[in-house]
């Protein structure tokens, strides 16, 4: 039997958290740590199949849980595609295997690609999802949707099926023709100029169009700007079925850290400046976005150090979103009520989860510079190494089974 004695609980009490686990009796002194209930990331690419190179659901699984979290929503812009049943069946597959071989009691639902060509295999796969996923604008992988066509058929089917839609919502056309406008440019901060906050937006008023005409139950990723806020919250009001996430790049780097960052602060949608970033903050605070999805999205230190133009999108994330929030939390920037809605209650209350007996202790008192070398991502680098946080999870509470996160890697 394990004993954690003293550990601080988010209505201010302390509480013991005893584990039987038959291997002998241990007591560990608690003072240091706050119990979270196990965190749920509703948005990771852990690149099953096709790019294992980049992250797997054993690499991937270890840094769930270094992070603090037990379940995870994986997207499918994988190589294939997750968009037909069978290669939906076949990622099951391998997914099952990875996780059991990694030890850990990783849960996950997988969201289901949605792109021109494919909607017949909706129905079949309709009981097995999260989720549609539609990429309205292009990112990593060949997924995309640039179509009003193509877009009410895939809401007509989201609506007679009850299933839910996430958006990655990009303007196309915008994009493409930024592109071409500013081929030639190298500096990477031309990433946020090609990807504008017009594309967003243009993209965020399409969806609210769409979920008007058809009521269906919409999640739109990574809100990055004030503007997509303003259509959000008025959506909101009008009491459509709207849910919005940020990701912790947009809360913790802006553009103008290009500089110091180079492609390891590119992503889609790409970073704003601080005035977008503060309303963002201020959306986090009053409950206009829901969730704070990690956006775990891996590629390789080599990838990222090309030059603008082959450079991939994406950061990974899932294991430094709790330390950055908790961080956060100490400064004063948000409760620990929202933290907890944000990270846990949220999307398990959007996309309707059974309630898991997990618990994440993590050390809000120690504050340390966060280092590549701790990272169990096979990618082994983070945008925000060197900042010094507080809140590391230390450890993880899952069903009488005590995880030591310290001893992972
Ligand atoms: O930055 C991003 N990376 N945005 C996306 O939409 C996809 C993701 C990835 O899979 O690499
Ligand atoms: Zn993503």
Redesign the pocket.
């Known amino acids: 039997m394990t004993i954690i004695t003293k550990v601080l609980t988010s209505d201010g009490a302390r509480q013991s958290f005893t584990i039987n686990d038959g291997f002998g009796d241990k007591t560990i002194n608690g003072e240091k740590l706050l119990a979270l209930p196990g965190l749920i990331d509703p948005h990771v ?1 852990f ?1 099953v199949p096709g790019m294992e190179y980049k992250e797997d659901w054993v690499t991937g699984a270890k840094a769930a849980f270094k992070g603090g979290y037990s379940v995870v929503f994986d ?1 499918p ?1 994988t190589q294939p595609a997750t968009t037909t049943q069978q290669r939906l069946i076949d990622k099951i597959n391998i997914i099952d295997n990875q996780i059991k071989n990694s030890g850990l009691p990783l849960k996950y639902k997988l969201f289901f690609g949605a792109d021109k060509n494919n909607f017949q295999e909706i129905e079949k796969v309709k009981d097995s999802i999260v989720g549609i996923k539609v ?1 309205m ?1 292009s ?3 060949e997924l995309l949707m640039d179509d009003l066509s193509s877009l009410h058929a895939v809401y007509a089917l989201a609506k007679a099926f009850n299933l839910t839609i996430a958006l ?1 919502a990009e303007d196309e056309l915008i994009i493409q023709e930024n592109t071409q406008k500013y081929a030639l440019e190298t500096d990477f901060k031309y990433h946020s100029i090609i990807r504008s906050v017009d594309a967003a937006v243009r993209a965020v008023t399409t969806v609210i169009q769409l979920v008007k005409t058809y009521g269906v139950k919409s999640y739109i ?2 809100l990055s700007s004030f503007e997509e806020i303003e259509l959000v919250k008025q959506a909101k009001l009008a009491g459509l079925p709207i849910f919005a996430e940020t990701c912790p790049h947009y809360l913790f780097l802006d553009d103008s850290m290009y500089d110091e960052l180079q492609g390891l602060g ?4 790409p970073l704003r400046n601080k005035v977008h970033q503060d309303y963002l903050w201020q959306a986090v605070a009053d409950g206009v976005i829901d969730t704070i999805g990690s ?1 775990h ?3 390789t230190l080599d990838e990222k150090q090309q030059p603008l133009c082959k450079c ?4 990974p994330g899932i294991e430094t979103t709790l330390p950055l929030m908790l961080t956060a939390y100490k400064q004063g920037k948000v409760s620990l009520d929202r933290l907890i809605g944000l990270l846990h209650d949220n999307p398990q209350r959007i996309f309707n989860l059974e309630p898991q007996n997990n618990w994440v202790l993590a050390n809000i008192v120690d504050y340390k510079p966060l280092t590549n070398d701790k990272l169990c991502t096979k990618s082994k680098w983070s945008p925000y190494a060197g900042m010094n946080l507080t809140g590391y999870p230390e450890y993880f509470i899952s069903n009488n089974r005590l995880i030591n996160l310290q001893n992972l890697e």
């Open positions: 690419h690149r997207m812009n990429f604008g990112s990593t992988g990655h990723l990574h590119k992503m889609n949608p956006d999205a891996p590629h991939p999108s994406g950061v």
